[in-house]
């Protein structure tokens, strides 16, 4: 059975136009499709050519110093636009062929036509807020557990709409407008994380937040309910989610 693997990475700020971003943390997870469980993991900090590129301090943690001492080649939110393509330079730079997946997932292209603005808009940050998940600590491997709850919450309000709508509002929150670091080179370092995986203009969330809360549990009593009567991936069909 073929597994999903959500990845993350951290980079350095690009400086100037046509600069490129170098990759200096890389964390991942292998989750089982059926029940979205985490089954291992892997993170690593990467030293860029030039040590000079990261920033002396960070908010993230990730210091000067400590990537300074990491490996120059290790061994997604928005993945498709970025996270993928600074994977293949990291191989290029060492003239060996980047790995290629069966499937590429990249849950901000799942989220903006089904999800919207719901919460306001589709930065990871801006979701783990909306359902109470904390803050996004722009760390490789804490960013991608972050993800796979996101989008195991943003599906269980996607299955309780559909089965539910004379109750819960429908999902005319429309679709928000991509923003990509390529579109912001103004990005300061620290923050170029957050930027890329923004999305949009913030509008009201349609749920209380007490109410949200309920409607969460809720989910999760359907999905242990189903549990060895039907495969996930069938369950959250109306949430149109696809699996690799």
Same mark, same amino acid.
């Given at each position: 059975?073929?597994?999903?693997?959500?990845?993350?990475?951290?980079?350095?700020?690009?400086?100037?136009?046509? @600069? +490129?971003?170098?990759? *200096?943390?890389?964390?991942?997870?292998?989750?089982?499709?059926?029940? %979205?469980?985490?089954?291992?993991?892997?993170?690593? $900090?990467?030293?860029?050519?030039?040590?000079?590129?990261?920033?002396?301090? +960070?908010?993230?943690?990730?210091?000067?110093?400590?990537?300074?001492?990491?490996?120059? *080649?290790?061994?997604?939110?928005?993945? #498709? +636009?970025?996270?993928? &393509?600074?994977?293949?330079?990291?191989?290029? =730079?060492?003239?060996?062929?980047?790995?290629?997946?069966?499937? /590429?997932?990249?849950? %901000?292209?799942?989220?903006?036509?089904?999800?919207?603005?719901?919460?306001? =808009?589709?930065?990871?940050?801006?979701?783990?807020?909306?359902?109470?998940?904390? @803050? @996004?600590?722009?760390?490789?491997?804490?960013? *991608?557990?972050?993800?796979?709850?996101?989008? #195991? &919450?943003?599906?269980?309000?996607? $299955?309780?709409?559909?089965?539910?709508? @004379?109750?819960?509002?429908?999902?005319?929150?429309?679709?928000?407008?991509?923003?990509?670091?390529?579109?912001?080179?103004? /990005?300061?370092s620290g923050e170029e994380e957050t930027s890329r995986k923004s999305l949009?203009?913030?509008?009201?969330?349609?749920?209380? #937040?007490? +109410? $949200?809360?309920?409607?969460?549990?809720?989910?999760?009593?359907?999905?242990?309910?189903?549990?060895?009567?039907?495969? $996930?991936?069938?369950?959250?069909? &109306?949430?149109?989610?696809?699996?690799?």
């Amino acid at each position: 059975m073929a597994e999903l693997v959500f990845f993350d990475i951290e980079t350095t700020a690009a400086v100037g136009r046509g @600069q +490129r971003f170098w990759v *200096v943390e890389f964390g991942s997870i292998v989750v089982c499709p059926k029940k %979205l469980v985490e089954v291992e993991s892997f993170c690593s $900090l990467i030293r860029p050519p030039d040590i000079s590129l990261v920033a002396p301090t +960070r908010p993230s943690g990730i210091t000067r110093e400590a990537v300074a001492a990491a490996p120059m *080649v290790w061994v997604g939110h928005n993945i #498709k +636009r970025f996270d993928c &393509h600074r994977i293949k330079e990291a191989f290029a =730079d060492i003239g060996r062929p980047p790995p290629e997946p069966i499937g /590429v997932i990249d849950s %901000l292209e799942v989220l903006t036509p089904e999800f919207g603005r719901r919460a306001g =808009d589709l930065k990871m940050a801006t979701l783990a807020s909306y359902f109470g998940l904390g @803050q @996004q600590k722009h760390r490789s491997l804490d960013d *991608v557990r972050l993800n796979l709850e996101v989008l #195991k &919450h943003c599906a269980a309000v996607l $299955l309780l709409e559909s089965k539910l709508p @004379q109750i819960l509002p429908g999902k005319d929150h429309g679709s928000p407008s991509m923003v990509t670091r390529s579109k912001a080179n103004n /990005v300061r370092s620290g923050e170029e994380e957050t930027s890329r995986k923004s999305l949009g203009s913030s509008r009201a969330a349609p749920y209380q #937040k007490g +109410r $949200l809360g309920k409607v969460i549990e809720r989910a999760k009593e359907a999905l242990r309910g189903a549990e060895g009567s039907q495969p $996930l991936n069938g369950l959250l069909r &109306h949430s149109r989610l696809l699996l690799r």
